[in-house]
């Protein structure tokens, strides 16, 4: 493409809690990715002078290691998402106070167990844990995406299986004393926040499931067809929506732009190019990216690529202290790679 070559492009200006149709807009795709030049005044650099987006590269391959808490991601007031790698226990149970705690199984497989029964996870599993119900993990091989929001979360498909009562919760388990940790802070048991921690029976907490009508709901998203793009809606709340993006073979010729969200995304399968106003970056398995409210993208998928989106109405900034940035790509060159990749 050259300069004076354009595309006319879409954009969806969607607005959380997406309830009503994205208004749109027709887009000039040169201008549209190209930087504004500095404005009057003092603060007129910042019109152009902008952080790219950043990809944190967590990974979707177990890595055989001792065991070590999660990694946090992403974090901010309104909750937190995390990576974690286990092949053990994790050493203790844990009770949240103030938000539900969704899980998607990335690899491996995982026992979960729980007040509300014991429950199997395998790959391209979800799962939430209602906010107030104590629960302990055994990971094999095992990793997993994990979101700490607000309690208040509904589950928006049919579950394929739900958890059991059932005791012993795994071959060869043998109850025992263990520690329990109650945490009212996004679940973080940080120094100086408020911690209550305690001895408990673990047979007492897995018999409770007895006392209890709700069972924990397993969901899964199926592949679809050949040649298919498609969202599926998983968990939505007060203030986050969580969705499964299928896209194959899409040239990226229709931007949205999120008037009061962040989306934060977390590659499943395949590889596709992000485009950005603040930047492009291919995405591959295991990665994570945050796009800010406000900024317009799209992807270029030439293949199957599945990826897991949370649009947050409360701002949720990178702290997982390691990335890599995207680099400014013009329109010409998204054309460029548009034409090679799908020709």
């Known amino acids: 493409m050259s300069d004076t ?5 879409q954009e969806r200006l969607a607005v959380f809690p997406y309830t009503t149709p994205a208004r749109t807009l027709r887009r ?3 201008l549209l990715l190209q ?10 650099a910042m019109w152009s002078d902008v952080e790219l987006v950043q990809v944190v590269r967590a990974g979707a391959t177990f890595r055989d290691q001792e065991f070590a808490p999660p990694r946090w991601i992403y974090q901010g007031p309104g909750g937190r998402i995390e990576w974690t790698n286990m092949n053990s226990r994790q050493p203790i149970y844990h009770r949240n106070l103030d938000v539900d705690e969704m899980a998607y199984q990335v690899t491996g497989h995982r026992t979960l167990m729980t007040e509300l029964g014991t429950a199997e996870l395998r790959p391209g599993d979800f799962v939430r844990i209602p906010c107030g119900v104590c629960h302990d993990n055994w990971g094999r091989n095992d990793i997993h995406v994990i979101w700490y929001l607000p309690e208040g979360y509904t589950e928006e498909r049919e579950p394929v299986s739900v958890s059991e009562a059932r005791i012993p919760p795994f071959e060869g388990w043998e109850p025992a004393i263990v520690n329990e940790m109650i945490t009212d802070c996004l679940g973080s048991s940080e120094p100086d926040h408020d911690v209550a921690a305690h001895r408990s029976d673990e047979r007492l907490i897995l018999e409770q499931v007895h006392q209890e009508k709700e069972r924990l709901a397993v969901l899964r998203v199926p592949q679809p067809a050949t040649g298919t793009c498609a969202t599926s809606v998983i968990w939505r709340g007060a203030t986050a929506l969580i969705e499964v993006v299928d896209l194959d073979r899409d040239p990226g010729l229709v931007y949205t732009r999120h008037r009061n969200a962040d989306d934060i995304q977390f590659q499943v399968s395949g590889t596709r190019l992000l485009v950005t106003q603040h930047g492009s970056v291919e995405l591959q398995p295991g990665d994570f990216v945050r796009i800010p409210v406000g900024v317009a993208a799209t992807s270029i998928a030439t293949e199957q690529s599945r990826h897991i989106s949370t649009l947050v109405s409360h701002r949720l900034p990178r702290c997982a202290p390691q990335y890599v940035s995207a680099e400014w790509w013009d329109a010409a060159q998204v054309a460029r790679y548009r034409e090679q990749v799908l020709r």
């Open 35 to 44: 930087r504004a030049q500095p404005g009057p005044g003092p603060h007129g």
């Open 28 to 30: 000039s795709e040169r």
């Open 5 to 9: 070559e354009d595309t006319i492009v």
